[in-house]
């Protein structure tokens, strides 16, 4: 008899939802599963979005275009022109606006790539946080999912253990899953294992 209740606590344990809340959550049957899933994904998407203000939104379009091939073919047939109209002025008036080596237009191209870098990196630091907020959140999700799963294998050996029919027996695999991963060693065995080939890494302590 006592077997039974222990086995039916056990089974009420891994299908209700956490004892502390005894209130029934409110499932939208709309929002579960994997449509659930991507809704969230796309709030968090617009939420992101609309945190970028108007210059940040500028900076970001003008990033946009110096990343397409028609800004690489722009800079090119610029430069050709230069070079092709002052040549045509040497060839009409005896002198060129730009004589070789072409100083104006070093200067202009060389605005143009400050410019340009400047642009791209202010975009890459917005998206660098955006990525370092995204990969927290990941970080947060697995260790989460890892202390579920590590809760799920103690029940379910809880419950092989006082099932009559099922042969104890001792996994030593088994038993190292149960053990909840500790962050905190798993950084220091990472830093250890870098450091192997990067001596000025710091090992935190």
Do not use: C
């Not at 070789?100 to 400047?118: D, F, K, M, N, R």
């Amino acid at each position: 008899m006592t077997r039974s209740v222990r086995i039916n606590s056990l089974l009420r344990r891994l299908s209700l939802p956490n004892r502390q809340d005894h209130r029934s959550p409110v499932v939208d049957p709309d929002h579960n599963g994997v449509d659930g899933n991507i809704d969230t994904i796309l709030a968090a998407y617009r939420h992101a979005e609309q945190k970028i203000n108007r210059s940040q939104r500028f900076v970001e379009y003008v990033s946009d275009i110096f990343g397409r091939p028609a800004y690489l073919a722009a800079i090119l047939g610029a430069v050709a022109l230069w070079i092709a109209g002052d040549s045509l002025a040497n060839h009409l008036y005896g002198h060129g606006f730009d004589a070789p080596p072409y100083s104006w237009l070093q200067g202009i191209v060389t605005l143009a790539a400050l410019l340009t870098s400047t642009v791209v990196l202010i975009k890459q630091v917005r998206m660098s946080r955006v990525d370092a907020e995204r990969a927290h959140l990941a970080l947060q999700v697995n260790l989460l999912a890892e202390q579920k799963i590590t809760k799920v294998i103690e029940l379910l050996e809880e419950l092989r253990r006082d099932l009559p029919m099922v042969k104890n027996r001792e996994d030593p695999d088994l038993a190292a899953m149960q053990q909840p991963a500790d962050p905190d060693a798993m950084m220091v065995t990472i830093a250890e294992w870098r450091s192997d080939t990067d001596p000025g890494l710091v090992i935190p302590q």
